[in-house]
């Protein structure tokens, strides 16, 4: 399958820059290229790419904007050019509200250091944004990663729980959202949750998710104690873990070490939580590319705690969830619609 790719940017020589890498890929081919909203809108309609990139301050019309229109119009998948600012962080958040799939540093050497490592990952990103968008159109879709689970769909029921630990990557913004609003003000467990996500943008995220939820929701500390109905969100470019001491646990956060791909990794907080509430905790694995989460997953259910995955048909990329789910490590492989109010009943 080739991804047919329009180009979004309202600067000429990013548009060619974009072009060139897209195109040395046989996997893709470049079917147009537009210099503002407005522009994108009208060749996305003519044009019905797989997959558009798209810049986010543009002339005449912006990228929010225009994502908003193209997905009440006719739904393509999108992925954003973000700058890795405070300003950018909160507009990449918009675009992801308003419908967009993922984003990408717009500095390529925010991607990777290595520039053709950066360059084989925003390929392999929108080849795999292409392939799950066509799949979903599909009159028979069949799965883009990963097998579909034979195991049968049932609802969860109460739990002994004492902790909720949530994973996810792309997709995860609208996701985490999506769960964590049908959370009533008066849940009675401490959340821990890790995002893939640059180190700018943790804070604007934490801080619109805590506008729209009736729990608290923050940035984590280092040092700072779990609480009751409170969910603490991993800093982008650090790792996360959760530390028991007697009776109380709290967060330890340091700096990755060298090697480790996630910063914050699913695994490893997983793993400290599997170590700090053996077969007392509740994870989740939400949409992602990848498996980050898998081993940690392993190490929870090898203790006796519980794990739920999102399904494929409602993930933007059916990655983490598949690996935990293939691995038989999932108790309940729930539609993203069911898992928030399945999460309220549960505790």
Not at 50 to 79: C, F, H, N, Y
Not at 113 to 135: F, N, P, Q, T, Y
Not at 144 to 150: C, D, F, L, N, Y
Not at 282 to 310: C, F, H, N, P, Y
Request: glycine share 8%.
């Amino acid at each position: 399958m080739v991804a047919r790719v329009l180009i979004v940017d309202d600067s000429s020589f990013f548009r060619r820059r974009v072009n060139e890498i897209l195109e040395a890929d046989k996997n893709i081919e470049v079917i147009g290229m537009a210099k503002d909203g407005l522009d994108a809108i009208q060749q996305a309609e003519k044009l019905k790419p797989d997959v558009i990139t798209m810049d986010i301050e543009m002339p005449v019309m912006d990228g929010i904007t225009a994502v908003r229109k193209i997905m009440q119009k006719s739904p393509i998948p999108i992925l954003m050019f973000s700058s890795l600012t405070t300003d950018g962080a909160q507009a990449t958040l918009d675009a992801l509200d308003a419908g967009a799939v993922d984003f990408l540093p717009k500095k390529f050497d925010d991607i990777s250091s290595d520039r053709d490592e950066a360059k084989r990952l925003l390929c392999a990103r929108v080849r795999l944004i292409a392939a799950r968008g066509l799949a979903k159109s599909s009159p028979i879709s069949k799965p883009v990663q990963g097998k579909v689970s034979t195991k049968p769909v049932t609802m969860p029921g109460k739990g002994n729980y004492q902790l909720i630990a949530i994973g996810t990557s792309t997709g995860g913004p609208v996701a985490l959202q999506d769960v964590l609003t049908k959370l009533p003000k008066n849940f009675s467990l401490p959340l821990i949750l890790i995002q893939h996500m640059p180190a700018s943008f943790t804070p604007a995220f934490a801080q619109r998710l805590n506008g729209l939820c009736q729990i608290e929701v923050r940035e984590a500390v280092d040092g700072e104690k779990l609480m009751p109905g409170v969910a603490l969100l991993a800093p982008g470019g650090k790792q996360m873990e959760v530390i028991k001491r007697a009776s109380d646990s709290y967060i330890k956060i340091s700096e990755p070490l060298p090697g480790q791909n996630y910063k914050p990794s699913v695994d490893i907080a997983f793993s400290s939580v599997a170590c700090s509430f053996p077969g007392k905790a509740l994870a989740i694995v939400l949409t992602g590319m990848g498996a980050d989460g898998r081993e940690g997953a392993r190490e929870l259910k090898q203790g006796g705690s519980s794990l739920w995955s999102q399904d494929e048909a409602s993930c933007v990329v059916y990655g983490m969830p598949a690996a935990v789910a293939d691995a038989g490590l999932s108790d309940h492989v729930l539609p993203l619609s069911s898992i928030g109010d399945s999460l309220a009943r549960s505790v």
